[in-house]
């Protein structure tokens, strides 16, 4: 039995009385401004909460905590899948091992730098790298090649900055030589924390070890890993019991390690290729229910960056701008070697259907359309503001001063390098918005300066 997660607690929470009276609400929320987090009982009143006006104050207080600490920067991502090879029978994935309809191909590193290239030429500073659970005889070796090959890449002055990694758990040894390979944040989502549905839908392979993946990130911690993406995936247990079991992950690492998770994924469920279960979830969550949960999280745990994937439809993925979501993903392919080909045939084996295929361009036009900062900044994981440190700048919403400026910049190498002529004119204007109302005079100047040799000729600038 693990000590991570008290089933019994969560239960007794859920079925105990629930406070909705508006006075409470209120009061939660006038706590949850000052970013010290929310307690099972307040945050299972917001849950409950359906009352149009209150639920229009959460949406109002997510946004305003999301401000204070991170201001208006989205930071933009995409993921890049190097094999679809797997050793797990998950119920819910195109990828499980008894799909044998799929196409299997594990990218050699030839295709891995063309992949690379392509997400650069794309404006790509930051990627997601994901594997399915198997990585043939090469073992974890062949991850920190890719990881090797995918930094080593450069095109026109481009290179990625900071790779990200989800791959299968690992053993504490495993997780050092991950750390030295110099990755960003290492991301694994528990899928479901409710054990009893984790282990129907989890039938063979190492996955089906609850537990096991459950203490992934105490190892990764012990082994000297900074940073750690949690998540689950919402739709296959019911979404209330999963936001509590999530906190109790997070109390859990903040108690043991004194660092909770840099950030939290929210993904639904979506169809898969060949998974009868992805299209009938169990346990669906509507849209107004799951823009309560994303605004919630923001409240409960304000420090953390919280991911929204391309599963969501653009519509979706504009609304939860404004409820606390601090990173998207954009132009993403999820099937090995997706962004090198416009082969219909490829798009058969992506690990599930997405909701918003736009372009990297389109996304960021929307981005400035609705007022927000398009960010490709990598420079905390450079700077060394990482685990505890970048804890300590983002929980009292010192980390903004940074975020803006390095955002402003990555952006403006963007506008310069990438962007259309309608960008350009309208991604300006929101740069100079930003900098009269957002940024205080000294650190103007100095932004100011920079952003003069950026359109000199200068690249990669950061502090």
Same mark, same amino acid.
């Not at 700077?383 to 403006?412: E, S, W, Y």
């Given at each position: 039995?693990?000590?991570?997660?008290?089933?019994?607690?969560?239960?007794?929470?859920?079925?105990?009385? &629930?406070?909705?009276?508006?006075?409470?609400?209120?009061?939660?929320?006038?706590?949850?401004?000052?970013?010290? $987090?929310?307690?099972?009982?307040?945050?299972?009143?917001?849950?409950?909460?359906?009352?149009?006006?209150?639920?229009?104050?959460?949406?109002?207080?997510? /946004?305003?905590?999301?401000? %204070?600490?991170?201001?208006?920067?989205? #930071?933009?991502?995409?993921?890049? @899948?190097?094999?679809?090879?797997?050793?797990?029978?998950?119920? @819910?994935?195109?990828?499980?091992?008894?799909?044998?309809?799929?196409? *299997?191909?594990?990218?050699?590193?030839?295709?891995?730098?063309?992949?690379?290239?392509?997400?650069?030429?794309?404006?790509?500073?930051?990627?997601?790298?994901?594997? $399915? %659970?198997?990585?043939?005889?090469?073992?974890?070796?062949?991850?920190?090649?890719?990881?090797?090959?995918?930094?080593?890449?450069?095109?026109?002055?481009?290179? &990625?900055?900071?790779?990200?990694?989800?791959?299968?758990?690992?053993?504490?040894?495993?997780?050092?030589?991950?750390?030295?390979?110099?990755?960003?944040?290492?991301?694994?989502?528990?899928?479901?924390?409710?054990? =009893?549905?984790?282990?129907?839908?989890?039938?063979?392979?190492?996955?089906?070890?609850?537990?096991?993946?459950?203490?992934?990130?105490?190892?990764?911690?012990?082994?000297?890993?900074?940073?750690?993406?949690?998540?689950?995936?919402?739709?296959?247990?019911?979404?209330?019991?999963?936001?509590?079991?999530?906190?109790?992950?997070?109390?859990?690492?903040?108690?043991?390690?004194?660092?909770?998770?840099?950030?939290?994924?929210?993904?639904?469920?979506?169809?898969?290729?060949?998974?009868?279960?992805?299209?009938?979830?169990?346990?669906?969550?509507?849209?107004?229910?799951?823009?309560?949960?994303?605004? #919630?999280?923001?409240?409960?745990?304000?420090?953390?960056?919280?991911?929204?994937?391309?599963?969501?439809?653009?519509?979706? *993925?504009?609304?939860?701008? =404004?409820?606390?979501?601090?990173?998207? /993903?954009?132009?993403?392919?999820?099937?090995?070697?997706? @962004?090198?080909?416009?082969?219909?045939?490829?798009?058969?084996?992506?690990?599930?259907?997405?909701?918003?295929?736009?372009?990297?361009?389109?996304?960021?036009?929307?981005?400035?359309?609705?007022?927000?900062?398009?960010?490709?900044?990598? $420079?905390?994981?450079?700077? $060394?503001?990482?685990?505890?440190?970048?804890?300590?700048?983002?929980?009292?919403?010192?980390?903004?001063?940074?975020?803006?400026?390095?955002?402003?910049?990555?952006?403006?190498?963007?506008?310069?390098?990438?962007?259309?002529?309608?960008?350009?004119?309208?991604?300006?204007?929101?740069?100079?918005?930003?900098?009269?109302?957002?940024?205080?005079? &000294?650190?103007?100047?100095?932004?100011?300066?920079?952003?003069?040799?950026?359109? =000199?000729?200068?690249?990669?600038?950061?502090?």
């Amino acid at each position: 039995m693990n000590n991570i997660i008290n089933h019994d607690q969560i239960m007794s929470e859920l079925n105990a009385t &629930i406070n909705t009276s508006p006075n409470y609400i209120l009061e939660i929320l006038d706590q949850a401004k000052k970013m010290k $987090g929310l307690t099972y009982h307040q945050v299972l009143s917001l849950l409950h909460t359906n009352d149009p006006g209150l639920l229009n104050v959460i949406s109002q207080t997510a /946004s305003y905590i999301k401000d %204070e600490i991170y201001g208006k920067r989205l #930071v933009l991502f995409a993921p890049l @899948y190097i094999s679809n090879l797997c050793n797990n029978e998950c119920l @819910y994935c195109a990828f499980r091992n008894h799909n044998h309809k799929l196409s *299997r191909r594990a990218l050699d590193q030839h295709e891995i730098g063309n992949e690379t290239k392509n997400l650069i030429g794309q404006g790509h500073k930051r990627i997601l790298l994901v594997a $399915g %659970e198997a990585y043939g005889k090469q073992g974890l070796q062949y991850i920190l090649d890719a990881i090797n090959t995918i930094y080593s890449i450069r095109s026109n002055n481009h290179s &990625i900055k900071r790779i990200n990694v989800n791959i299968a758990p690992l053993e504490t040894d495993e997780f050092r030589r991950l750390n030295e390979s110099k990755i960003g944040t290492y991301q694994l989502f528990q899928e479901t924390y409710h054990e =009893a549905t984790y282990k129907m839908l989890h039938t063979k392979g190492p996955k089906a070890n609850f537990d096991y993946r459950l203490s992934t990130m105490d190892r990764a911690f012990r082994a000297g890993i900074k940073d750690v993406g949690i998540g689950l995936l919402f739709g296959l247990y019911d979404w209330k019991y999963e936001v509590l079991a999530l906190l109790q992950h997070i109390n859990h690492l903040e108690k043991e390690y004194g660092i909770g998770p840099h950030t939290i994924s929210v993904p639904r469920l979506e169809p898969a290729y060949e998974s009868r279960l992805s299209y009938h979830p169990p346990y669906p969550v509507a849209d107004r229910d799951f823009k309560k949960i994303i605004a #919630v999280l923001r409240l409960a745990v304000p420090y953390t960056g919280i991911i929204l994937s391309t599963r969501e439809n653009s519509s979706m *993925r504009k609304e939860a701008f =404004a409820l606390g979501v601090s990173q998207i /993903s954009a132009g993403s392919k999820t099937n090995p070697g997706g @962004y090198a080909t416009n082969d219909v045939n490829l798009q058969m084996d992506e690990q599930f259907s997405l909701g918003d295929t736009r372009s990297l361009l389109e996304v960021t036009k929307d981005i400035v359309h609705h007022g927000y900062l398009p960010s490709f900044c990598t $420079g905390c994981y450079r700077m $060394g503001r990482v685990g505890a440190d970048f804890m300590d700048l983002a929980k009292p919403g010192l980390i903004k001063q940074h975020c803006l400026p390095n955002a402003i910049f990555t952006f403006k190498e963007y506008l310069n390098d990438f962007a259309d002529d309608e960008l350009k004119i309208n991604g300006n204007k929101l740069i100079q918005n930003i900098l009269k109302k957002d940024i205080g005079m &000294i650190q103007q100047a100095d932004i100011l300066q920079n952003i003069h040799q950026i359109d =000199a000729g200068k690249r990669d600038v950061y502090y």
